[in-house]
C-alpha cells in the first residue's frame, strides 16, 4: 500500500521560495534524465537506449538507466511548452463558460488565438516514422463540441530528448529534425471525398453558433476558407481521443461524439464511412452506443452513453488484426456505474465482435466547495497493448494538483486536489468470478521514486507526482520503461502544477520493477 500524500501540509509561503530557487537550479542545470532512441518490434513496444547525459545535477548515468528499480521510478521529464502554436485560421473564438473565464481572468489570454492553432490537449501516443520518434494526437480542441469548431485536428510527430528536457519536432514522414512545429510536422484530418455520413463545419457558411471571446461577442464568423477548401475536421465534428497505427501505417481513431471509429490514410484523410459502435450490454433498445453529441440522434433522449464517455481508449494487438477499445464512462442505463465496457473490433472484417469484456474502476469519495461528501466513478483514459492478451490501463480521479505544495486544496473546493492516477494491468484471459478483468497494479502516478530529482521542484521529499487533471496517453517503450503523457486542457482547463498558468503538455519516463511480458 502506498502511503497517503495529501495531507501533507507545506507552507505556502516557504513552498513557493522553495519552488522559485529550485526552478532557476533546474532551469540552469537542465532538466536531465535518459536519452531515448525508441521505436521498433510491434507497435506496442518501443525498443529504447536510456544513455545518460553527464555534468547535469538532473541527469543520470548510462548504468542507473538500465539498473533494476524496486519501486515505480522517474527517468526522464520533458514537455511542450504550454503556448507552443502553428500556423492556421484563428482559433478559440466560441471557448465559453468556465473555460472562458479561466483563459481570460486566470490565466490572462485575449482570445480568440489569431491566425494560428495551439499545439495542445495531448490525448494519445504511437510509434513515429523512425527509431525515437512518436506521433502525439491532439483531441476535440477546447474542451466540447460548440466550443471548438475553428480548433483542427493535428497528429503531430515529435522526438522526446530526455538528456536536456526538451521535445524537438520531427518530419511527419521521415523522423527528421526540425527547428518548429512546421507543416512538415504534423498532418490535419480532413475529409475531401465525402467518406463521413453527416455533415461538417466545412460544409456551413459560418461556424455553428456565435463568438464568444472577441470584440464582436455574439456575431457569427464565416468558416475559415481552409477549411472549406480541404474540407477539414473541425473540434465540431468529431472528438477523437485514442489513435492505432495499422500495418499499412494508416491510422484509427477512437473517438466520443459518435463514439466511431475513424480511418485515414497515413495522411489524415478519411477512408471509409465511420463506425459505430453496437450496444454490447442491450441495456435498452438501440443497437448502437450513441452520445448526446452523435449526429444522427434526432433527441438527445435516445443517448445511452454520457458525452464525454466514448472511446477515450483504444489498442491494437501486436498482429495488428484487433483493435481493443473501451468506453471511458458507463452506459447510461447501467445500473453498475463502476463497469467500463471494452469491445473488439476485427480489422479485416471492418466489425465488432460479439465478444466484450468488463472493466472495473475503483471508487472515491472528496469534499466539494459547500462541503458536502461527494461519492465519484473513476474514468479510464488510455490504454495499450503488452501482448495478444495484456493490456496497460490508466484510471483516474477527477482531481488536479499536487496537495502538499499547498497550491491546491485537499477538500473544500470546487475542484480538489488529484489522489487517485493509476496504471493497471489487466489480462483478458483472466476474468473475476464477478465478471470482470481481474487488475494488477503497476504504477501509482502520484508516488513515484525519484533519487535523482529528475522532477526539479515537482519532486518533494524524493517523490515526483503527476497529478495532472488529464492524463490520457501511455505508451511502452520497453520492457522496463513505460512513457506517459497528460491532455493540458488548454487555454482553460484545471491547471495541476501552477494555478495562475495552465499546465504544460508534460511527458514522463518510468522505469518499472517487474518486467512486462512483451511480444519479441
Same mark, same amino acid.
Given at each position: ?39 521498433? !518490434? ?39 511548452? @504550454? ?40 490525448? %494519445? ?78 460544409? !456551413? ?12 461577442? !455574439?456575431?457569427?464568423? %464565416? ?42 490514410? %497515413? ?5 471509409? %464511412? ?54 471511458? @464512462? ?91 492516477? @493509476? ?73 495541476? @502544477? ?23
Amino acid at each position: 500500500m502506498h502511503a497517503e500524500l495529501g495531507d501533507k501540509r507545506v507552507d505556502r509561503h516557504s513552498f513557493g521560495r522553495k519552488l522559485l530557487t529550485q526552478s532557476l537550479i533546474w532551469l540552469l542545470s537542465g532538466m536531465g534524465a535518459f536519452g531515448l532512441a525508441g521505436c521498433g !518490434g510491434t507497435d506496442s513496444q518501443d525498443s529504447a537506449s536510456t544513455t545518460g547525459s553527464a555534468g547535469s545535477s538532473n541527469s543520470a548515468s548510462s548504468s542507473s538507466s538500465s539498473s533494476a528499480v524496486s519501486a515505480p521510478t522517474l527517468v526522464g521529464y520533458t514537455n511542450i511548452p @504550454r503556448d507552443t502554436y502553428v500556423a492556421g485560421p484563428s482559433s478559440g473564438q466560441f471557448i465559453s463558460g468556465g473555460d472562458l473565464s479561466t483563459a481570460t481572468s486566470t490565466y490572462g489570454y485575449t482570445l480568440p488565438f489569431s491566425n494560428k492553432q495551439p499545439v495542445e490537449g495531448i490525448s %494519445a501516443l504511437a510509434k513515429g516514422p523512425v527509431d525515437g520518434t512518436y506521433y502525439i494526437m491532439q483531441d476535440n480542441g477546447f474542451g466540447s463540441k460548440a466550443s471548438s469548431p475553428d480548433a483542427l485536428l493535428h497528429v503531430y510527430a515529435i522526438k522526446p530528448d530526455w538528456s536536456n528536457g526538451s521535445v524537438t519536432p520531427v518530419d511527419f514522414s521521415t523522423g527528421a529534425a526540425l527547428s518548429s512545429f512546421t507543416s512538415a510536422s504534423f498532418i490535419r484530418l480532413s475529409d475531401p471525398n465525402k467518406k463521413l455520413g453527416f455533415s461538417l463545419v466545412a460544409d !456551413g457558411t459560418n461556424y455553428p453558433g456565435t463568438t464568444t471571446s472577441t470584440a464582436t461577442t !455574439g456575431q457569427t464568423v %464565416a468558416v475559415d476558407p481552409l477549411i472549406t477548401a480541404k474540407r477539414l475536421l473541425t473540434g465540431a465534428d468529431i472528438d477523437p481521443e485514442s489513435i492505432v497505427v495499422d500495418s499499412d501505417g494508416s491510422f484509427w481513431f477512437g473517438e466520443e461524439f459518435g463514439p466511431f471509429l475513424i480511418h485515414t490514410d %497515413a495522411a489524415g484523410k478519411v477512408l471509409e %464511412a465511420e463506425i459505430p459502435v453496437p450496444n454490447s450490454l442491450a441495456l435498452d433498445s438501440n443497437p448502437y452506443v450513441q452520445t448526446s453529441n452523435n449526429p444522427y440522434l434526432t433527441s438527445s433522449s435516445s443517448a445511452n452513453l454520457p458525452s464525454s464517455g466514448g472511446i477515450e481508449n483504444m489498442a491494437v494487438n501486436p498482429a495488428h488484426t484487433r483493435l481493443y477499445t473501451m468506453f471511458e @464512462r458507463e452506459m447510461s442505463a447501467d445500473t453498475n456505474k463502476q463497469r467500463r465496457i471494452m469491445n473488439v473490433f476485427d480489422i479485416a472484417n471492418r466489425k465488432f465482435l460479439s465478444t466484450y469484456y468488463a472493466y472495473k474502476v475503483d471508487t472515491g469519495t472528496y469534499t466539494n466547495a459547500s462541503g458536502t461528501a461527494v461519492t465519484e466513478y473513476f474514468t479510464v483514459n488510455d490504454m495499450t497493448a503488452i501482448n495478444d492478451h495484456e493490456f496497460l490501463v490508466v484510471e483516474k480521479d477527477r482531481g488536479a494538483g499536487d496537495a502538499r505544495t499547498g497550491l491546491f486544496a485537499a477538500s473544500n473546493a470546487a475542484r480538489v486536489a488529484a489522489k487517485v492516477k @493509476r496504471i493497471y494491468k489487466v489480462d483478458i484471459n483472466n476474468v473475476g468470478a464477478d465478471g470482470f478483468l481481474v487488475k494488477t497494479l503497476v504504477v501509482d502516478l502520484m508516488n513515484l521514486a525519484d533519487p535523482q530529482k529528475l522532477g526539479g521542484a515537482y519532486t518533494i521529499d524524493g517523490v515526483f507526482t503527476f497529478p495532472m487533471e488529464s492524463i490520457e496517453s501511455v505508451r511502452i517503450v520497453d520492457k522496463n520503461t513505460i512513457m506517459v503523457a497528460n491532455d493540458n486542457n488548454y487555454p482553460g482547463g484545471s491547471s495541476s @502544477r501552477n494555478p495562475s498558468v495552465p499546465d504544460n503538455n508534460e511527458f514522463i519516463l518510468i522505469r518499472l520493477p517487474a518486467a512486462l511480458d512483451l511480444v519479441q
